[in-house]
């Protein structure tokens, strides 16, 4: 991941607004995605920002069709450029993602289209929520959009544009491994998903919404930095994170990349270190460092 500010992968309302007054907006593509709800079309149809078209996680962010490799493996390039051209995504032209739950849907977006080789993909800060706040104008409907024409320089994703480690290189893997899922599913103390309960032994935990604040915002560089100092980023060493199935991991990542921080997605995150009966499973919390 490419060392980069806060600017480089969120855009805040207020500038969003500003760029689409002055003409030059960008694509705004509604990723709205909830572990217990992921197909977000009917709320996009009922309100949504203008000119947006909605981007199906399960659909365009995932490819089904592989297996062994957890429950939303990463999409080939050839179907999600077919994807964004749908959504109107054009060589040249800026793209915005946003979402209505916890950045979860925006930041895979972010991170497979970044992965990808898009140049200039940001967040919403805030989601659909803070543009609203913000006085925001919405629309309805499913509307319409001129097919786009972008072509994608990455086609493999497990080999693209932004770093992935496969589940054998976790196994004895070198430097930080971050969890971020919420404590008491790091801990094993429930698992409403995946067969086995627990987390990868030497795992820390870095809860994707502890990155947030009550507004569903991003927090401010300094208290990010204390969050991740406090989860054992230094700046130095290798950084790689995971959640359930890699959706809520990439929240983590753009949270790292907003403070120049590179980092690695273990794409298959729990649902595929689970699933092999011989992966070794810890519970509970690590020992304090000494």
């Given at each position: 991941?490419?060392?980069?500010?806060?600017?480089?992968?969120?855009?805040?309302?207020?500038?969003?607004?500003?760029?689409?007054?002055?003409?030059?907006?960008?694509?705004?593509?509604?990723?709205?995605?909830?572990?217990?709800?992921?197909?977000?079309?009917?709320?996009?149809?009922?309100?949504?920002?203008?000119?947006?078209?909605?981007?199906?996680?399960?659909?365009?962010?995932?490819?089904?069709?592989?297996?062994?490799?957890?429950?939303?493996?990463?999409?080939?390039?050839?179907?999600?450029?077919?994807?964004?051209?749908?959504?109107?995504?054009?060589?040249?032209?800026?793209?915005?993602?946003?979402?209505?739950?916890?950045?979860?849907?925006?930041?895979?977006?972010?991170?497979?289209?970044?992965?990808?080789?898009?140049?200039?993909?940001?967040?919403?800060?805030?989601?659909?929520?803070?543009?609203?706040?913000?006085?925001?104008?919405?629309?309805?409907?499913?509307?319409?959009?001129?097919?786009?024409?972008?072509?994608?320089?990455?086609?493999?994703?497990?080999?693209?544009?932004?770093?992935?480690?496969?589940?054998?290189?976790?196994?004895?893997?070198?430097?930080?491994?971050?969890?971020?899922?919420?404590?008491?599913?790091?801990?094993?103390?429930?698992?409403?998903?995946?067969?086995?309960?627990?987390?990868?032994?030497?795992?820390?935990?870095?809860?994707?919404?502890?990155?947030?604040?009550?507004?569903?915002?991003?927090?401010?560089?300094?208290?990010?930095?204390?969050?991740?100092?406090?989860?054992?980023?230094?700046?130095?060493?290798?950084?790689?994170?995971?959640?359930?199935?890699?959706?809520?991991?990439?929240?983590?990542?753009a949270a790292l990349a907003s403070r120049g921080?590179s980092a690695a997605l273990f794409p298959g995150?729990?649902?595929?270190?689970?699933?092999e009966a011989s992966n070794p499973v810890a519970?509970?919390?690590?020992?304090?460092?000494?």
């Amino acid at each position: 991941m490419t060392a980069g500010s806060r600017t480089d992968v969120l855009i805040t309302p207020a500038d969003l607004a500003a760029a689409i007054d002055g003409g030059t907006a960008p694509v705004l593509l509604d990723v709205r995605w909830r572990l217990d709800k992921p197909d977000g079309s009917d709320e996009f149809a009922a309100e949504h920002l203008p000119g947006a078209r909605y981007l199906d996680l399960d659909g365009a962010l995932s490819d089904h069709a592989v297996t062994g490799r957890g429950r939303h493996p990463l999409p080939s390039g050839a179907a999600l450029q077919d994807a964004l051209r749908a959504a109107g995504v054009r060589d040249g032209v800026p793209v915005v993602v946003y979402d209505d739950w916890n950045r979860a849907g925006s930041a895979r977006a972010w991170w497979v289209l970044t992965a990808a080789g898009l140049p200039n993909v940001r967040i919403l800060d805030g989601g659909l929520a803070a543009w609203k706040a913000a006085g925001g104008a919405l629309e309805s409907g499913t509307g319409t959009t001129d097919p786009g024409d972008v072509t994608l320089p990455h086609t493999d994703l497990y080999a693209g544009g932004l770093p992935t480690v496969t589940a054998q290189q976790v196994d004895g893997i070198e430097g930080l491994l971050l969890d971020a899922r919420a404590p008491e599913r790091y801990r094993g103390e429930v698992e409403p998903v995946d067969p086995v309960a627990g987390h990868i032994p030497g795992a820390r935990n870095l809860p994707s919404t502890s990155l947030l604040d009550e507004q569903g915002r991003f927090r401010d560089d300094a208290t990010l930095d204390e969050l991740f100092a406090a989860a054992g980023v230094d700046g130095i060493g290798p950084v790689t994170a995971y959640c359930g199935s890699g959706v809520t991991a990439s929240v983590v990542l753009a949270a790292l990349a907003s403070r120049g921080v590179s980092a690695a997605l273990f794409p298959g995150s729990w649902s595929q270190w689970s699933s092999e009966a011989s992966n070794p499973v810890a519970v509970g919390d690590p020992a304090p460092q000494s």
